[in-house]
């Protein structure tokens, strides 16, 4: 509510003038003229493989400056993912799992999030939530070929080497890092094992 003076003037001669007071009530109407923003972007998000269905990953979260309708933020998830590991609550923007992640499969998901008003015509913003799965020790170490055929003549000399060992493990860093040890067969200890590299050599 506003109190507006105004002036009236003719066009007489002398001219004459008039001038009163009058009160307007002035209802500013909201147009969607604000897209849905999105708050402490980027979005990232860290969870270990193995986390159950129906977890908590992230949530996202927009405002709109707009008012009523035009103000009222939804949130969808495009599909584009090798598959729907995900689903978003469409009121809170909480961002849950629908399937027991795999690092070993799937290492880095991005999600595609979009933000939309209720406003006619709706209006909305996209962004991209990045989901990291952190590794856990669950591969186990896998000889390649798992059998190793190898003739010796008796005479061969000290530190000759037998074999290199191929072993790989899925996993990553620490989990993924291999020790090798003779674990038997090598009673009368002619034979020693790289602890780092896996070549087997002769002792005497």
Do not use: H, W
């Not at 009236?8 to 002035?26: K, M, Y």
């Not at 707009?66 to 949130?75: A, H, I, P, S």
């Not at 070929?145 to 003549?153: D, E, G, H, I, M």
């Amino acid at each position: 509510m506003r109190k507006i003076v105004i002036s009236v003037t003719d066009r007489g001669t002398p001219p004459l003038r008039a001038t009163s007071s009058a009160t307007v009530f002035v209802n500013l109407l909201d147009l969607n003229d604000n897209d849905p923003t999105f708050q402490n972007q980027p979005f990232i998000a860290e969870v270990l493989e193995g986390t159950s269905v129906g977890a908590s990953v992230f949530q996202v979260v927009a405002i709109d400056l707009d008012e009523g309708l035009n103000g009222q933020v939804t949130y969808q998830m495009r599909v584009g993912m090798p598959r729907m590991d995900f689903v978003i609550n469409s009121t809170t923007g909480l961002v849950t799992s629908t399937a027991v992640l795999d690092r070993e499969r799937i290492s880095e998901y991005y999600l595609r999030v979009v933000a939309s008003d209720a406003g006619s015509p709706s209006k909305s913003s996209t962004s991209t939530l990045t989901v990291r799965v952190l590794d856990v020790n669950d591969e186990s170490p896998t000889f390649y070929p798992t059998l190793y055929n190898v003739s010796l003549a008796e005479n061969v000399p000290r530190d000759y080497i037998v074999a290199r060992l191929n072993c790989t493990d899925a996993d990553t860093g620490l989990n993924a890092e291999l020790s090798y040890f003779i674990t038997g067969g090598n009673q009368d200890g002619k034979f020693m094992v790289g602890y780092r590299d896996g070549v087997l050599r002769t002792v005497v």
